[in-house]
């Protein structure tokens, strides 16, 4: 018994740590892919006539993707949830008790859930462009988060609008094929944020030297006059 007593007390141990190796796991190989695809895209897109050269030379900045990816989880999840907590504090002291009525609280409800959603796409769009900030610009993790503040000022609309365009589309495709397109749904991300990436810095139509040739009238462009992605000009340090 007292074996059978301690091989249980073991388990839940066993549990958590496969759970945890499973984690960074899935966040090793999802920054990896995610490195690999935005690299290759943004040579591609830059007109690059070799955009795979340079794409799997990720290892360099792995770990800062990796990093930036639980920084965003992490923004975005403690925000929504004390949001959450804040607006459920009526319903746990008025709502539970049996004294309100079941449509106050499915009301309730249907107020509060698209409030958090809302609030995580707009951090998340605010964040989005931080990856492809670490691997065209080589930026540590705070530096990228807030260069991706700067730069998606003003543009939530447009970039929401994108992804929310390609993402109906790569959904609607799925939902055609049986579920089979939806391995193109990823691909389909990346392309947007390389493209809002582009636009946001004022690179969409580089020419393959890396001089750009869409600065004027860009909607996305930035103000400051950075000159991202030229050959000549160093990367910022770490």
């Known amino acids: ?109 249907l107020i509060l859930v698209p409030i958090v959603f809302c609030l995580v796409m707009y951090i998340w769009i605010r964040l989005s462009l931080a990856p492809a900030l670490v691997i065209d610009r080589n930026l540590g993790v705070i530096d990228s988060l807030s260069e991706s503040l700067r730069y998606t000022r003003g543009n939530v609309l447009g970039i929401f609008g994108g992804l929310f365009v390609v993402g109906l589309l790569a959904g609607l495709f799925a939902l055609v094929t049986c579920m089979l397109g939806s391995v193109l749904s990823f691909p389909a991300v990346m392309l947007s944020i390389a493209v809002a990436y582009l636009l946001a810095t004022g690179q969409f139509g580089s020419s393959p030297d890396g001089s750009s040739v869409s600065e004027n009238g860009n909607p996305f462009a930035d103000p400051s006059g950075d000159d991202f992605g030229r050959p000549d000009q160093p990367d910022r340090a770490v």
């Open 1 to 109: 018994q007292l074996l059978g007593v301690a091989g249980g007390a073991e388990q839940p141990v066993f549990a958590v740590t496969i759970n945890l190796l499973l984690y960074l796991w899935g966040q090793v190989f999802g920054a990896f892919v995610m490195g690999v695809a935005l690299r290759y895209l943004l040579n591609l897109l830059r007109g690059s006539s070799e955009p795979m050269r340079g794409a799997f030379h990720i290892l360099p900045v792995l770990w800062r993707l990796i990093l930036v990816q639980i920084a965003i989880s992490l923004i975005a999840g403690v925000i929504a949830g004390g949001l959450a907590l804040i607006c459920l504090l009526p319903l746990m002291i008025f709502g539970f008790n049996g004294q309100q009525p079941p449509v106050f609280l499915v009301g309730w409800f």
